[in-house]
Nanobody
């Protein structure tokens, strides 16, 4: 089965750090565009970071650029998101996602994990 499973969320004080992990199974992670997306309470999903397989480019949302770092261990089929200098406004559910084509947040064929909660307070 195709599956994405996130872990690593939790409660952290402002200025702290967390490392989120996303384990993939059932498909080759490195062949897909991959992304981290978050959703704060009462708000729409927001793309945080993305890596485009075909171009090799990486995108970070301006609100997290310089504080968050996405990386992929292709051998372990695991995607990571390092969150540093966390702020209360970073609170939300964090999802990893993958697309067999160019990553677009709203695409119908995106693969999604179940999410992991990050609370900065």
């Amino acid at each position: 089965d195709v599956q994405l499973v996130e872990s690593g969320g939790g409660l952290v004080q402002p200025g702290g750090s967390l490392t989120l992990s996303c384990a993939a199974s059932g498909f080759t992670f490195s062949a897909y565009d991959i992304a981290w997306v978050r959703q704060a309470p009462g708000k729409a999903r927001e793309g945080v970071a993305a890596k485009y397989t075909r171009t090799g480019g990486t995108y970070y949302a301006p609100s997290v650029d310089g504080r968050f770092t996405m990386s992929l261990d292709a051998e372990k089929q695991t995607l990571y998101l390092q969150l540093d200098s966390l702020k209360p406004e970073d609170t939300g559910m964090y999802y990893c996602a993958a697309s067999p084509r160019q990553w677009v947040l709203t695409a119908n064929d995106n693969l999604w994990g179940q999410g992991t909660q990050v609370t900065v307070s």
